[in-house]
């Protein structure tokens, strides 16, 4: 089992920026990869950022550039550094871990973020 809690959540005006962090616990061992997605009103969720236990790292094409993923493995913890806010990322976004061993994923509970003037 693996449980995540996100928070960093909120209003920020169009250009300004964010960080959002993930702090998973239990059997953190077994994370082959966590990323950040995200979901907006009537629209599908779609994946944001992804990091593997490797580091190797993607993003979706909205936010290449603007979005930044990392990880803190001492404190085992995720952040997703958003930059030049947009009205179009305004969503909820999900902190999700995926063992690859059994193909579970794991979802926290979101934390919405909205960019508005």
């Known amino acids: 089992q693996v449980q995540l809690v996100e928070s960093g959540g909120g209003l920020v005006q169009p250009g300004g920026s964010l960080r959002l962090s993930c702090a998973a616990s239990?059997?953190?061992?077994?994370?082959?990869?966590m990323g950040w997605y995200r979901q907006a009103p009537g629209k599908q969720r779609e994946l944001v950022a992804g990091?593997?236990?490797?580091?190797?790292?993607s993003y979706a094409d909205s936010v290449k550039g603007r979005f930044t993923i990392s990880r803190d493995n001492a404190k085992n913890t995720v952040y997703l550094q958003m930059n030049s806010l947009k009205p179009e990322d305004t969503a909820v976004y999900h902190c999700?871990?995926?063992?690859?061993?059994?193909?579970?994923?794991?979802w926290g509970q979101g934390t919405q973020v909205t960019v508005s003037s």
């Open positions: 990091i593997t236990s490797g580091g190797s790292t």
């Open positions: 239990g059997s953190i061992f077994s994370i082959y990869r």
């Open positions: 999700n871990a995926l063992i690859i061993a059994t193909m579970t994923y794991y």
